[in-house]
């Protein structure tokens, strides 16, 4: 689906030379490879305005990014931007000064929020320069891209999932 014509945007972040940063990244290539055709999937490095500029028009945003909580590596965790605010802390190993979290903030100030925002984080490991995931987090890499083609798959759950 062309910018600005509603639809389905996947959109994965990172940067693929830190490691479990790069989750992001690998999961939006799984799932362009396996998700409908009338959904649109992006690779972007997570900057805030090019993200801003990514999601015009679409109906339904989801967000896949590593994120640094503190939790268990590989910890999952799903936000609904429209119910809640996106901590900064999870994304602090973004480069940019205006990144994910900044991004979503802005745009609700802004009233730019697509209809639908989901953001899926996943707890990593490592995130030093380097290739590769860390055991932990290329399983939920897989469980992400199975949950994301699972919801793609059912209509009604889609929209009862991204409303929740």
Known sequence: MPPGKGGTLIVGLGNEYRRD???????????????????????????????????????????????DSGAKPGTLRRLDAHRQPIPTRFFHYSTHAFG????????R?????????????????????????????????????ERVLGDLRRPVATKRMLNS
């Open 21 to 67: 940063d790069a989750v992001g990244l690998i999961v939006a290539r799984r799932l362009k490879e396996a998700a409908p055709e009338h959904v649109r999937v992006l690779e972007e490095s997570g900057e805030g305005t090019a993200l801003m500029e990514s999601w015009q028009g679409a109906d339904t945003v989801i967000l896949i990014d590593a994120v």
């Open 100 to 107: 994910v979290a900044e991004a979503i903030e802005l745009a």
């Open 109 to 145: 100030v802004l009233s730019q929020l697509p209809p639908r925002l989901i953001v899926y984080g996943i707890e990593g490991k490592t995130f030093e320069a380097g290739l590769g995931l860390s055991p932990e987090v290329e399983k939920a890499a897989q469980k992400v891209v």
